[in-house]
């Protein structure tokens, strides 16, 4: 047997969560084999509670592949997580995002497309593969992370920090989460002018215990007011996604959106679109699709403007009750799972 042998039958195990094999994923380093062992190290980029189990199937996969040798298995264990590079210039007030990597707004220029499903299943996606995540649920007027998330009526705490008073997070499916719904009663509107809902905002993103992110979702209102001026004006924003359905009149909006974040006085990079609600397919005619909205209009939108679609997600009924039941579809591993997987892959390499 050889180091490129051991390789090859490494590519077996696959990472249960990140659905690929540990080879690919860069966890397999330093194969070596001598005096009766199979020495290498298995490289984790952040503590990973299916270490044990990937380490057992790796041990597994040695042994049945050469039954007839005496050998043993020797696997070192390594978690090496990413270092994430401290931000420079920030202003006075923005001290809580100096260990946040990407920080990243998810807009769309009207509401009813989906836009906080998609913010949600996207944290959730990213942290599946790895990353550090956390959101800012900025929809003042109508919070929705407390109940997609399954986290109403939890209250978030607060610690005080070099004489400042910030707020802990809510944590759950491995992201951390804010939400004005965290302070309000069930049912209770918001009734506040522009001022005092931008300054509660200003609370959820920079009055928080965020610790070290690799990405900080911020789900914004629709529309292109107060809120959103104050968002890219007080916060480093890396870019931004839109998100919208194909429908014309969505896509009207969807204009005002990126012309707005394309503004010389704001000049916020938009990372891509993310087409929702692109078409309906049957369960009994999983080879039907049926484009209730229209097609291919963030197509149009990418060809204008010269930024990339990310996703196309179509209209799933399991979707909408994952998020009705506090459960993202993006826990999962099944076939609606996977618009918003690769969404975060491509998200990811934009970023790079």
Not at 168 to 191: D, R
Not at 230 to 243: M, Q, R, T
């Amino acid at each position: 047997m050889d180091s490129k042998q051991i390789e090859e039958i490494l590519r077996s195990v696959i990472h249960p969560a990140k659905e690929k094999d540990i080879v690919s994923l860069g966890m397999v380093e330093e194969i070596k084999i001598e005096e009766g062992k199979i020495r290498f190290r298995l490289v984790f980029p952040s503590p990973d509670a299916l270490a044990s189990s990937i380490k057992k199937s790796c041990e597994k996969a040695l042994i049945e592949a050469f039954p007839d040798e005496n050998f043993k298995v020797s696997i070192m264990e390594l978690v090496r997580e990413r270092k994430i590079a401290k931000r420079k210039n920030l202003e006075l007030g923005q001290e809580v995002l100096v260990n946040v990597g990407h920080i990243i707004a998810v807009a769309s220029g009207k509401g009813g497309v989906g836009k906080s499903t998609v913010a949600v299943n996207l944290a959730i996606a990213l942290a599946r593969e790895g990353y550090k995540v956390g959101l800012a649920d900025a929809d003042v007027y109508g919070p929705s992370v407390p109940k997609m998330t399954g986290t109403e009526g939890q209250t978030p705490l607060v610690e005080e920090i070099d004489g400042k008073e910030l707020i802990v997070p809510i944590e759950k499916y491995g992201v951390k989460w804010m939400s004005i719904g965290y302070f309000a009663a069930a049912g209770q509107p918001l009734i506040w002018r522009g001022p005092m809902a931008s300054n509660a905002l200003k609370q959820m993103v920079l009055q928080v215990k965020w610790g070290e992110l690799d990405f900080l979702l911020i789900d914004l209102p629709p529309g292109t007011g107060d809120i959103h001026i104050s968002i890219v004006h007080d916060v480093p924003l890396s870019g931004a996604i839109v998100v919208s359905t194909p429908q014309a009149v969505a896509l009207a909006d969807v204009e005002k959106s990126v012309n707005m974040f394309l503004n010389k006085d704001i000049n916020k990079p938009i990372l891509g679109f993310v087409e929702n609600m692109s078409w309906f397919t049957p369960e009994e005619l999983p080879d039907n699709k049926y484009y209730i909205f229209g097609k291919d209009g963030c197509k149009a939108m990418s060809e204008k403007f010269g930024v990339p679609v990310l996703a196309q997600i179509p209209i799933i009924q399991s979707i909408r009750e994952s998020g009705d039941n506090g459960e993202p579809v993006a826990l999962k591993d099944r076939a609606d799972s996977l618009a918003f997987r690769e969404l975060a892959k491509k998200l990811v390499k934009s970023e790079e």
